[in-house]
C-alpha cells in the first residue's frame, strides 16, 4: 500500500520525547487558522512510499522512536496509517507518537481501531488564540499529550508530562 509522505525526519528532538523519526503524512481536514504547514493539507502532495519501505527507514534508525506527524495522518489517509502504526508494532519495539487534530474522545468514539498502536497522541486542532511557544511537544493549550494505553485503561484521560503519566 502506498502512502503519500511530505517529509522524514530521522534526527527529530522537537516532536517528542528523546530522539524520533518523524514522518509527515500529506492531507489534513481541519484547516486551523494559523497552521504551521498548509502545503500539508492536499493529499496529493508529497512523495509515495510502500508501508514497508517506511518501516525500513524507521528499522535502520535504531536508536529513534517514531511520530506521526502531518498533516493530519488520521484524515485523508487513515487506513493507510493504520496499516503503518500496526507494523511498526509488529515489527520493531519502538513507542510511536502521533499528532492530530481531533480530540481524544473523537478516537474513542470513531477510530478506536488504531489507538492500540499508538503510545502517545497530543491531540486537537491548532487554536491561534492559545499558541504558546513556551510549550513542550505542542504548538498551543488546549492541545493535550495523553498517554493512550493508561487513559484506556483508567477510563479518563492520563497527561504525559517530562516522561511521567498523571
Ligand atoms: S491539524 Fe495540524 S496540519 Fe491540520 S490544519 Fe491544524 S495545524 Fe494544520
Known amino acids: 500500500m502506498i502512502m503519500k509522505i511530505m517529509k522524514i525526519d530521522t534526527d527529530c528532538t522537537d516532536n517528542g ?4 523519526t518523524t514522518i509527515y503524512v500529506s492531507g489534513c481536514t481541519h484547516y486551523c487558522k494559523g497552521c504551521h504547514n498548509p502545503s500539508s493539507w492536499n493529499p496529493l502532495n508529497g512523495d509515495d512510499y510502500e508501508i514497508d519501505e517506511l518501516v525500513k527507514i524507521i528499522e535502520e534508525n535504531s536508536l529513534a522512536d517514531v511520530t506521526i506527524s502531518g498533516g493530519d495522518a ?27 487534530g481531533y480530540r481524544f474522545k473523537e478516537l474513542l468514539e ?18 491561534s488564540s492559545k499558541k ?21 485503561k483508567e477510563s479518563t484521560i492520563v497527561l504525559w508530562r517530562n516522561g511521567e503519566y498523571i
Open 132 to 152: 504558546d511557544l513556551r510549550l513542550l511537544f505542542r504548538g498551543s493549550s488546549n492541545q493535550r499529550i495523553i498517554g493512550v494505553p493508561q487513559s484506556i
Open 74 to 100: 488520521l484524515t485523508c489517509q487513515y487506513e493507510e496509517t493504520l496499516k503503518l502504526v500496526k507494523a511498526i508494532k509488529e515489527r520493531t519495539n519502538k513507542n510511536v507518537w502521533l499528532y492530530t
Open 17 to 20: 520525547a528523546g530522539i524520533r
Open 110 to 127: 470513531d477510530k478506536l481501531d488504531i489507538l492500540s498502536y499508538i503510545d502517545v497522541i497530543i491531540d486537537g486542532r491548532f487554536d
